[in-house]
């Protein structure tokens, strides 16, 4: 059915009607013209513009809110039991399962579904639906790419008077997040305007920090808990140290106290592999090694001296400056020291003397980066002076590879958490250099200027992509490693294996054959002091030739000064003469 409605209106009610038709044209108006108007004209003088074709355009920018997101968590629960039944309770649980598994149903229903089982097993056993057959060509097809490494933030010191960033320690869970420890370390240039403050950077927002650390004394390295990810322990330029719990606030929760810290500044700090969680040591160049629960900080667990002599003289003590945990050996720990000497210690050892168990000496100055390869505990890697080296734990007499000296003082380097042939250092001069060891051992594989200025620390974080350089002048570079530098490569944990094994075999031959040179000078010494006299020139010792060497010399000068002292005489006598023979002259005349 179709609803019409016709609208009707009058034709007076529309206006006049327009009628048009053709006619002839006509004059209507004829306008004479006035020659005294001709003279008010005036002519102006013609001007020449240019005019552009193109549009104009105008430059302008917008800064659009930043997405805040956030994060929360679901609990999953048990589900499927009869009310009456609580699936927390182990008890009722297996009274219920054994209830019904003497029920006639159950058994039956098993037994039905046993058959389709049996067959899905046995379709599955004889296909492999996820097989990749071309797996292997298209890895040829894959193209290497060059190695690289962008900077994705900089996160720099708020304060006026810039500071060094001594410490770097990455968030344990996420890893969104840096903590960054401040402080000044040149002699004599603190100030009262220096600030204490450290800072917790969010990765995502350079612009300010997440959190302030506010220490009693500057920070001079920071470690995350890897066991409560709002915990961190700090060593203070003060030898004191602090602990926080981001939950609370910007304040340390406890500090230890000044007359049983370290009397000297506390260049680093770890946590320990405990059940607890709040257990930590730390090492400063007063000679020392502590042993703290954060829970109770008024005094250290546990004091370790490093007396070489083991008498546990601390005015002896090397000062360390730098400290090595692995978690997988949880008695053992090294310790690197400002003479370049890394002692590898023994906590559980039964006397003090014995919990120093060996050196490694190699460097010429402070070795200040300390670590074990992740991969292979036993090689570890350190940096001091113009070298970075690479130590197995069998040999002690010296390193099984090294870098040729660098032309900047090397300050911090840490080993890749991801390929266990890839280590990073930092320099005086303010570049990142990335060594992969089995593409080259001479030069790195990837250097980087990071900063004008000196890079003192060096963090990276557990996935192997991310890596945080603190500058001396109090800016934190966050930088992406490429993919080829932060993936396993295939066969590379072999690879690696044999070489630290050919290396370590050739330099134990190498110390074996130096030790049977210095037996056979021994024996050869010894031999020529029991003959007397029977000895040719070209037979002595190396000390009974300087003895030989000294009396020549000494018998060569008495003769020296003997003939000085007659020709002296001689001309003395002379001189006598003359002088006798001009008074008798005198006499005469």
């Known amino acids: 059915m179709e609803i019409v409605h016709?609208?009707?209106?009058?034709?007076?009610?529309?206006?006049r009607q327009c009628l048009f038709s053709d006619r002839?044209?006509?004059?209507?108006?004829?306008?004479?013209?006035?020659?005294?108007?001709g003279q008010e004209f005036i002519l102006k003088t013609p001007r020449e513009q240019?005019?552009?074709?193109?549009?104009?355009?105008s430059e302008h920018q917008v800064n659009t809110e930043r997405f805040e997101s956030n994060s929360c968590g679901i609990n999953h629960v048990e589900g499927g039991w009869p009310k009456d039944v609580n699936p927390e309770e182990m008890e009722q649980t297996i009274r219920f399962r054994k209830k019904v598994e003497k029920d006639e149903g159950y058994s039956n229903s098993v037994l039905q579904l046993a058959s389709v089982?049996?067959?899905?097993?046995?379709?599955?056993?004889?296909v492999d639906i996820y097989q990749e057959y071309l797996e292997d060509?298209?890895?040829?097809?894959?193209?290497?790419?060059?190695?690289?490494?962008?900077t994705i933030n900089v996160f720099r010191d708020p304060n006026e008077v810039k500071r060094t960033i001594t410490g770097l320690s990455w968030h344990p869970d996420s890893g969104r997040k840096l903590a960054a420890a401040y402080s000044c370390l040149e002699f004599q240039k603190t100030s009262k305007d220096m600030s204490l403050d450290s800072y917790i950077w969010d990765i995502e927002n350079p612009n300010r920090p997440e959190m302030t650390l506010k220490p009693t004394s500057p920070l001079i390295c920071l470690d995350y808990n890897p066991k409560d990810s709002h915990t961190l322990v700090g060593g203070s330029f003060n030898g004191q140290i602090a602990y926080w719990d981001t939950r609370r606030g910007s304040q340390p929760v406890e500090?230890?106290?000044?007359?049983?810290?370290?009397?000297?500044?506390?260049y680093k700090v770890v946590w320990l592999q405990s059940k607890t969680g709040t257990d930590a040591f730390s090492a400063s160049t007063d000679g020392q090694v502590l042993w703290w629960d954060v829970r109770k900080l008024s005094e250290p667990t546990e004091r370790l001296v490093l007396d070489?002599?083991?008498?546990?003289?601390?005015?002896?003590?090397?000062?360390?400056i730098s400290l090595e945990f692995e978690a997988t050996m949880p008695t053992k720990f090294m310790v690197g020291t400002e003479q370049g000497i890394v002692v590898s210690c023994n906590r559980k050892a039964k006397t003090p003397a014995e919990k120093i168990v060996c050196t490694y000496d190699g460097h010429h100055g402070p070795i200040y980066a300390l670590q074990r390869n992740p991969f292979f505990p036993k090689n570890f890697l350190t940096v001091g002076d113009w070298t970075a080296r690479i130590w197995s734990e069998d040999i002690k007499e010296s390193s099984i590879m090294w870098t040729k000296y660098q032309m900047s003082f090397l300050t911090d380097a840490c080993w890749s958490p991801v390929r266990p042939s890839v280590f990073f250092t930092v320099k005086m001069d303010g570049v990142l250099d990335v060594w992969d060891i089995l593409f080259k051992q001479n030069d790195p594989t990837l250097s980087l200027k990071v900063s004008d200025k000196a890079l003192n620390s060096l963090c990276i974080q557990d996935n192997g992509r991310l890596v945080a350089c603190g500058s001396q002048q109090g800016e934190a570079t966050l930088l992406e490693i490429c993919s080829g530098l932060s993936t396993l490569q295939k066969n590379e944990k072999n690879l690696l294996a044999a070489m630290f094994e050919r290396e370590t075999k050739r330099e134990k031959i190498l110390e074996a054959r130096q030790r049977e040179i210095r037996l056979k000078e021994r024996s050869r010494s010894e031999q020529s002091k029991e003959e007397e006299g029977g000895q040719e020139e070209g037979e002595e010792s190396p000390d009974q030739l300087i003895v030989r060497a000294e009396n020549d010399f000494y018998s060569m000068v008495e003769m020296e000064q003997r003939r000085r002292k007659e020709r002296e005489d001689v001309s003395n006598q002379e001189k006598d003469v003359c002088e006798e023979k001009e008074v008798k002259d005198e006499a005469e005349t």
């Open 6 to 15: 016709v609208y009707t209106k009058l034709r007076g009610e529309l206006g």
């Open 24 to 37: 002839p044209a006509e004059l209507l108006v004829d306008v004479l013209p006035d020659p005294s108007l």
């Open 50 to 57: 240019a005019q552009q074709v193109g549009c104009d355009m």
């Open 117 to 126: 089982m049996e067959h899905c097993i046995r379709q599955n056993n004889a």
């Open 137 to 150: 060509e298209e890895e040829e097809e894959e193209i290497q790419e060059p190695p690289s490494a962008k």
């Open 255 to 266: 500090f230890s106290s000044v007359e049983q810290s370290h009397r000297d500044p506390v």
């Open 308 to 320: 070489l002599g083991r008498e546990g003289n601390l005015n002896r003590a090397l000062g360390a």
